[in-house]
DNA sequence: GTAGGGTTAG
């Protein structure tokens, strides 16, 4: 049994259950070394019901207060989900170590209850048990979960005076818990005094970097994570792929691709998907759609990149045969789906299948409609031009229009010139969100796109009076793998000179007019 | 008994 659990592998774990029961069968008991063995396959293959049947046999034959037993029985119910199962035969113990404790405190921080794992831990210290590496990496985990900065910086501290080891999995989730902490430098001092790293290490900075919106540095970790000699998994190139997404970055994108093909990586499931979303959003739809047919197996997600990238790339009809292929075999669309369905009708002017879709959405596949959605139909409908139509249904909404749903009613009456709708509404947005500049950079394009200037002008003036700024737009374009990020009037780049020369002779041979010299265009505001 | 995953959103 113990060599067939050795493998990790769920075919052999299954024939370690199956002798368990061989060995029943043959009225053959079980001591406290097999017990555990058992568990352990149950473990492997998540098995509760045998799992339940072994407890009430440990039970019955007098193993209950084996620490070994009673440990892996923990672990079981641990990974199948029983919290309140872990507790009770925690507490039915009568003596526990630390790994007893350590499993506890898992079972809570893996189902979800971070708050209770933390406070069982500080429990375990007032009882006067020392921690070690195991449980702290557990703990900080949690930590991270939480983002709770105060308690990491503790916890940091215990490690500290404990003189605890600074292995791998105790740097690692010390890096994370930075990360989603908010100390990003912290993060990085750790990750530099790290004395060993493993590909965790390395996908926890890249990915951790990345969910903080920081893709240009998620991108230059991997960088050094290459230079190092460090093979990524594919959980590095999900990653990747998501940071060449969000920046733009086809070159590096097409890199990643490139090395999925060379290292037999099969183009399924998450890397699939990345690969699909990346072509899509850095504007090579026909590479997106060329990974997508090569699948072999596609879900929910890959058909829902697809249907986005189709809708963002204006092709709506396109973006709907998808649609409706997708049900047709069988996969559930979600809420995102929907979303990108809906912007397919908004962008293809299809308001009446946007208005049936949009329909079906609770009818035929019960998913109830979120703000987006409503957004959406605003939208829709706004674009279509028809102002009054989407004046009713934001009145009729079940739920309280958002920030963004007004920003569409403003922007449609910005495109149509309804300048005293637009006036009701900035004042609807002003009463709810002062700070907010894209009200007012809104209202003043209506009043300019019916030539009132003066007063799209004291628009202006009120926005400088309550020092309210526009947050600059920003932009960036991908050369030879290298990510540079523009903004308005900015001379950061190394050669923004040069820059802002050809900006000048595009625009003159574009459009016959010159650009300003500090590379903002004639706009209205 | 220990760490990271992670794709969809105008």
């Given at each position: 049994?113990?060599?067939l ?6 075919e ?34 998540r ?188 959980n ?26 060379r ?108 703000i987006?959605?409503?957004g ?23 739920i309280?229009?958002?920030a963004?749903i ?115 265009e004639?706009?209205?505001?």
């Amino acid at each position: 049994m113990r060599c067939l659990l050795s493998s990790k592998c769920k075919e052999n774990a299954l024939l370690a259950v199956l002798m368990y029961v061989e060995m029943m069968c043959n009225d053959l008991d079980l001591d406290k070394y097999t017990y555990p063995l058992v568990l352990k396959a149950c473990v492997q293959l998540r098995e509760l019901r045998y799992g339940r049947f072994v407890h009430a046999h440990v039970i019955k034959n007098g193993y209950a207060l084996d620490l070994y037993v009673v440990n892996n029985l923990m672990r079981l119910y641990c990974v199948c989900g029983c919290v309140g199962s872990v507790r009770k035969v925690f507490d039915r113990t009568p003596v526990r170590d630390l790994v007893s404790w350590t499993i506890l405190i898992q079972g809570y921080v893996d189902n979800g209850y971070m708050k209770e794992g933390v406070d069982l831990f500080f429990e375990m210290i007032d009882d006067g048990l020392r921690a070690d590496e195991r449980m702290m990496v557990v703990v900080i985990s949690a930590c991270a979960k939480l983002g709770d900065l105060k308690l990491g910086r503790e916890l940091h501290e215990y490690v500290w005076s404990r003189k605890l080891n600074f292995d791998v999995f105790l740097g690692n989730a010390l890096v994370d818990m930075y990360l989603k902490c908010g100390e990003r430098d912290v993060a990085l001092d750790v990750f530099r005094e790290m004395p060993m790293r493993n590909v965790i290490s390395w996908n926890t900075l890249i990915s951790g970097l990345a969910q903080r919106r920081e893709f240009k540095q998620a991108l230059s970790a991997f960088n050094e994570m290459q230079d190092q000699g460090v093979k990524p998994d594919e959980n590095t190139l999900v990653a990747v792929l998501n940071c060449c997404s969000n920046l733009g970055a086809l070159e590096v994108g097409k890199w990643v691709h490139t090395y999925i093909d060379r290292n037999r990586i099969r183009v399924a499931g998450f890397v699939g998907n990345a690969l699909v979303d990346m072509y899509a959003k850095c504007g090579s739809m026909d590479d997106a759609l060329r990974v997508f047919r090569s699948m072999s197996t596609k879900d929910v997600f890959s058909y829902t990149s697809v249907i986005v990238g189709l809708a963002t790339h204006g092709k709506a009809r396109m973006a709907l045969n998808f649609f409706y292929k997708m049900l047709e075999i069988g996969i559930q669309p979600n809420e995102v789906t929907f979303v990108g369905v809906l912007t397919a009708c908004s962008h293809g002017g299809l308001v009446e299948e946007g208005d049936k879709l949009f329909a079906d959405m609770w009818r035929v596949h019960k998913l109830k409609p979120r703000i987006e959605h409503y957004g959406c139909m605003v939208d829709l409908l706004g674009r279509a031009g028809l102002i009054n139509e989407a004046m009713e249904f934001v009145e009729n909404m079940p739920i309280e229009p958002d920030a963004s749903i007004w920003g569409s009613i403003l922007a449609a009456c910005s495109i149509e010139g309804k300048v005293e709708l637009a006036q009701h509404v900035t004042e609807k947005l002003v009463d709810r969100e002062s700070e907010k500049d894209g009200t007012y950079i809104l209202m003043s394009n209506t009043y300019a796109s019916v030539s009132k200037w003066r007063d799209a002008l004291e628009v202006r003036k009120v926005m400088k009076r309550q020092k309210i700024k526009k947050v600059p737009g920003c932009s960036s374009i991908e050369l030879d793998g290298v990510v540079s990020e523009f903004r308005r009037r900015d001379k950061a780049h190394p050669r923004s000179k040069d820059i802002y020369a050809m900006v000048e002779q595009l625009t003159l041979h574009l459009t016959g007019t010159e650009a300003l010299s500090d590379g903002s265009e004639s706009c209205m505001i």
